[in-house]
């Protein structure tokens, strides 16, 4: 069914992932297949069917109720991909408890951090993470019960399998049928722009809503399994679980702790029936390049037919390069953490290449000046959601708000009039992204909102004075550049490995637009000045000539700041710019 006919979910009163969901596919198809596991390090694999999940979430459940943790409670989670992360996230929901997922990269301030601003009361981690947190345990005194799994436990800490041996087998874990806006979950963000932020997600609007997710832009149903490459502390890894077991199908998991090796990824997909991948677009272009068609040739997958990227701009060129690998053309998709995937390129779209697509269905999302009125087509603007009444059914697949220090949850939200002189109201939710909107409908992301370069434009304009026409400089309107299609056309000169595109003051223009430059080994051996013409030269070539990079600086791969999930944060190198050019030093570069 091509998505545009397509309904979006109604909203129930009450909902529970673990009940409506995991025990509903366990009695339904006794023997449906849930995960497919296997250890990098032991080379280990076990298949998990739904039944697996649905009894073992039972008995975790009741090992949480007896130490105590209690439905509202916040328990942070910080496990490789082992089992039992997913066996303690669907006991978590299933009692109430708020799961609070973290990466394992963490290190001990950031669990500080967390565990403070969560005010979490309990902590379930690996012996790493548990170590991490007992050397800041002092500072986060809100924290009861810490669990660990596997090793052995330290004094005070509760060891997470002896104490599940007790359990037995068949418990029933049963409760009050909760409200769907009960909390749920709590994800940090990437930190992208600033600290990350604390999202809280109600028990629909992640575990329901990824529905959506699951079935327009994955395409799942049984027989489908799914990998995804987050990590689990990330909201991404969040979106695969919900919606491939919304959908019924299974997830892939490999408890890999090694860096990211393409090779590996080939092999892994060529030995498992994976039909569906979600990889950043940096993998892609690794797969690619670093695999390459051979590998692939001798090893091509067992049943790979869909493949996904979300999170962060997808080229043109990434695409161009898998699918003239693969044969498969990658679905770009559009969400953010405190969101289910809004936009992409979902079933029964045709595909326009570097756009990401169509909304979701159920999802009115619209692009909006700053007062919040919709601007006309091919025009840029903020993404907006629209999240009040006006959408039937309303839609649900957004967080409640942010956790701020004092405990208050806030969700940011515009009121914006329909300008038509009527009472009609919309109640818009910025992403804080910018994007513009095709005649066809098709959404084409510009930048974050803080990311977009305003350079003030110059025209040469006639002034008539008398009967002497002079010509002078006229200021013209603001030209606005995102710094993904720099970056974009930056990624196709041969010599570049890796940008990031930043506003640069300017005494002149305001802002100018300014790369920073990683080199291959062979381009950076080259003069600088030349190859500094060159690229600003190729820039020109490649998009429309006013956003070259004025500003070129080659930088080492460890110069440009990254998240802990590798996104450049552009904020830190502008601020390091306008420092750098406000001490007066030369501009040129
Ligand atoms: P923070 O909010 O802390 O600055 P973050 O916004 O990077 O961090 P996430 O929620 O992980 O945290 O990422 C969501 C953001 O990622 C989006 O707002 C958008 O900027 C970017 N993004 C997501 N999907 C895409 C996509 N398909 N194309 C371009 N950008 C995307
Ligand atoms: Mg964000």
Known sequence: MAHFEAKALPRPETF??????IDYWASRSPGLRAM??????TGESRTLDYNHFSRE?????TLLRQLGIQAGDRLIIILPRLTAWWEVAIAAIRAGV???????????????YRAQLSGATAFIGDEASVGKLLNVRQKCPRLKTVLQVGGNAPEGVVSYFDALGKIE?????????NKATDPALIYFTSGTSGPPKMVLHNQISYPLAHTSTGKYWLRLKPGKVYWNLAEQGWAKAGWAVFATWNCGAALFVEDDRRPFDPIHLLDILHKYPITTLCAPPTAYRQLVLQAGQDHFRKNPPAALEHCVGAGEPLNGEVIRLWKEMSGIQICDGYGQTETILVCGNLEGNSIKVGSMGKPVP????????????????????????SIGDDTDPPFFGIFEGYVKEDGSVQRPVKISTAGDGTSAKKTLFLTGDRATRDPDGYFWFVGRSDDIINSSGYRIGKLSLSIRITYVQVLTSVISTGPYEVESVLKQHPGVVESAVVASPDPDRVEVVKAFVVLTEEYARRNHDELRKEIQDFCKKMSAPYKYPRRVQFVEPSFLPKTI????MRNRL??????????GVAKSK
Not at 57 to 61: G, I, L, Y
Not at 98 to 112: A, F, G, R, S, Y
Not at 574 to 583: F, H, L, T
Request: some cysteine; charged content about 25%.
């Open 169 to 177: 087998q068949h418990v029933n874990f049963s409760r009050e049928p």
């Open 574 to 583: 502008r601020a390091m710019e306008k420092e750098r050019v406000g001490s």
């Open 57 to 61: 979430s039972h008995r975790v459940a």
């Open 565 to 568: 999930s590798g996104k450049i």
């Open 362 to 385: 159920g999802v009115h999302m619209l692009v909006v000046d700053d007062s919040g009125q919709e601007v006309p087509a091919e025009t840029e603007g903020n993404i907006a959601l």
């Open 16 to 21: 529970n992932f673990a009940t409506d969901v």
């Open 98 to 112: 708020v799961l609070c997922p973290c990466t394992t990269l963490l290190v001990d301030k950031d669990i500080e």
């Open 36 to 41: 497919y596991w296997t250890s990098r390090a």
